[in-house]
């Protein structure tokens, strides 16, 4: 037998002789581009749902993940619009002789299968977690080397979202390595979100559009209300890198400033709607990462505010933006689908602050008419022309839409 690329030339030249016979000129494989990547469809608006690390960590399992979806199920969330159900980090066990990817089954007796299962039967969709590198964040096994057998693996368990994370990848390229993941995740059959957790270190926003449905844009939240610690980040810095990135997010592609904190107990309840709302704003996944099978009245307020959701999930898809920085008084503003705007007063500084926003700033003429609704206030304040101004308390925010 003739060696294989031998066996390749003679087919090649056969196809450049029919080619040029037909009179079409010859295109050698080498020069043909491969067919432009098109999105997968998903995550028209931001994904919503509950993710198990902020508040678990490793430290999670099957009844943890049944607990949280009976809640999620009951509780008012799923009708909210909060689907997906993710564990994050340290789900694994080792890869069997194969290859293959197992589960933790002392923390997943009953494996992740019958889990997702479960989730599903509440309503909701369930979502997992892996990383470009040979090693998850928690040391867990990567999917480095076993992409398209994850991905194979991770369809058959009924998986509807990925979250893929960049610990452990050496020199690895990201955008190699995450379109390669994406391509595993469409290669595999099923509608899988993909997430995309690299830090922003190699600026996702950039080239991911049509590889993943969102990018993590900073490095990892934490409890807190500014600075940074350590690794992490408090809100603060994460809403100032992840504000100037609006240009980059749109339907089925979003910038993705972390979980949300609300509820874990290092901020105030005020400090908890700031977070909530500018993340509503900026068109972040609204992925919840507090126990919230255990939550007091405020938590649930703020994570159930339907009319801030829908700021969010607003079909046109637009990230908004600070339209104003006054130093610690700052005004945002996102487009809405029909016209409207949703406006944030936001207040960094340490007393309570009166904030004006005039229409002009936000792409209003002067003259307009428009009804005003305080968001978390869930109160109608009239029709105003021109100028809207509010009392606004330290590290909090007033937030409204207005309506021409
Ligand atoms: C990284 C990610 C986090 C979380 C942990 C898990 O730090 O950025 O969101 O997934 O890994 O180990």
């Known amino acids: 037998m003739p060696p294989l690329h031998k066996h390749r030339g003679a087919l090649l030249l056969a196809s450049l002789l029919t080619l040029a016979l037909a009179g079409a000129p010859p295109v050698l494989a080498a020069d043909k581009e491969p067919p432009p990547r098109v999105a997968n469809g998903l995550a028209k608006t931001p994904p919503m749902g509950w993710n198990s690390w902020n508040k678990f960590a490793c430290n999670i399992d099957e009844a943890t993940?049944?607990?949280?979806?009976?809640?999620?199920?009951?509780?008012?969330?799923?009708?909210?619009?909060?689907?997906?159900?993710?564990?994050?980090?340290?789900?694994?066990?080792?890869?069997?002789?194969?290859?293959?990817?197992?589960?933790?089954?002392?923390?997943?007796?009953?494996g992740i299968k019958a889990l997702s299962d479960y989730v599903h039967a509440k309503g909701l969709k369930f979502g997992i977690?892996?990383?470009?590198?040979?090693?998850?964040?928690?040391?867990?096994?990567?999917?480095?080397?076993?992409?398209?057998?994850?991905?194979?693996t991770y369809a058959e368990w009924g998986v509807d979202y990925l979250k893929y994370d960049w610990c452990s990848t050496g020199t690895r390229n990201a955008e190699e390595a995450y379109t390669l993941m994406a391509d595993a995740l469409r290669e595999s059959g099923r509608d899988i979100v993909f997430s995309m957790c690299e830090w922003g270190t190699a600026k996702p926003w950039l080239w991911a559009a049509n590889v993943g449905n969102l990018w993590r844009t900073t490095g990892d939240i934490t409890d807190k209300w500014d600075g940074k610690h350590?690794?992490?980040?408090?809100?603060?810095?994460?809403?100032?890198?992840?504000?100037p990135l609006h240009p980059f997010a749109g339907?089925?592609?979003?910038?993705d400033p972390d979980m949300l904190e609300v509820g874990n107990g290092g901020l105030t309840d005020t400090e908890y709607r700031s977070h909530f709302s500018l993340w509503a704003l900026m068109a972040a996944p609204l992925i919840a990462g507090n126990d919230v099978a255990n939550m007091d009245e405020a938590t649930r307020a703020i994570l159930l505010n339907k009319a801030v959701i829908a700021v969010n999930q607003d079909p046109l898809g637009v990230q908004g933006r600070r339209v104003r920085d006054d130093g610690d008084?700052?005004?945002?503003?996102?487009?809405?689908?029909?016209?409207?705007r949703a406006v944030i007063l936001f207040?960094?500084?340490?007393?309570?602050?009166?904030?004006?926003?005039?229409?002009?700033?936000?792409?209003?003429?002067?003259?307009?008419?428009?009804?005003?609704?305080?968001?978390?206030?869930?109160?109608?304040?009239?029709?105003?022309?021109?100028?809207?101004?509010?009392?606004?308390?330290?590290?909090?925010?007033?937030?409204?839409?207005?309506?021409?």
């Open 230 to 243: 350590g690794y992490s980040l408090g809100v603060l810095p994460i809403v100032d890198a992840n504000e």
């Open 251 to 255: 339907p089925g592609h979003w910038n």
């Open 129 to 152: 977690y892996s990383d470009a590198g040979r090693l998850t964040c928690g040391g867990r096994p990567g999917s480095q080397g076993h992409e398209f057998q994850d991905a194979k």
């Open 65 to 110: 993940v049944r607990r949280i979806a009976d809640a999620m199920a009951s509780n008012g969330m799923k009708d909210a619009g909060y689907e997906y159900v993710v564990i994050d980090d340290c789900w694994h066990g080792p890869r069997d002789a194969g290859g293959f990817i197992t589960y933790d089954a002392k923390r997943f007796p009953s």
């Open 347 to 404: 207040n960094r500084g340490a007393e309570t602050k009166p904030i004006a926003v005039d229409w002009t700033e936000l792409g209003y003429p002067a003259t307009l008419k428009a009804g005003v609704r305080d968001l978390w206030a869930h109160k109608d304040l009239g029709k105003m022309t021109g100028r809207f101004s509010a009392n606004v308390p330290s590290h909090g925010v007033v937030m409204v839409t207005l309506r021409p």
């Open 329 to 340: 008084l700052e005004v945002w503003s996102k487009p809405l689908a029909d016209g409207g």
